[in-house]
């Protein structure tokens, strides 16, 4: 019973997440491809009251998945390290690119760029994290067995 619960709350917090940080995610990827500053500058100031609390939603997912599944975590986890690991530090460098444009008193274009780049950066990656557990990780007797493309 208590692994049906642990599929449930990892479901309903990816599923928060997606629903939620997909339209920071969107947001960023666009302010790319608008030319107006002071646009760009509207755009950061729309998420900066709540993106860390939808970023939260992923360390739910997480670590849901390592109590609650821990042999689900340790056979999966291996094969996307990789695309993780980027979209994790994307993440990071998305929240300082928020934090230090929304304290500018103007539009610094070098942080917006780096808040536009690490969406993009993020969705790709979550886009591969995705596609290698849904297309199947190689694995034997619920552990890892292929390299850090395989995923």
Known sequence: ???????GLVLLAL?????LDGYDLGI?????????????K????????AWDANESWIIL??????????????T????????LVVMLLA??????AIELQSAAPDYRRGWGLVFGISSLVATVC???VAGGVLSGLPHRGGVFTGGPGTG
């Open 76 to 83: 999966v986890l291996p094969g996307v390290y990789l695309p």
């Open 91 to 96: 993440i990071v460098l998305r929240g300082t």
């Open 126 to 128: 979550q886009g591969l």
């Open 15 to 19: 599923g928060a997440y997606v629903l």
């Open 28 to 40: 960023g990827i666009l302010s790319l491809f608008d030319r107006s500053d002071q646009r760009r």
């Open 42 to 49: 509207e755009y950061n100031e729309l998420i900066a009251t």
């Open 1 to 7: 019973m208590l692994e049906y619960a642990s599929y």
């Open 61 to 74: 997912a997480g670590v849901a998945l390592w109590a609650g599944l821990p042999g689900v975590y340790a």
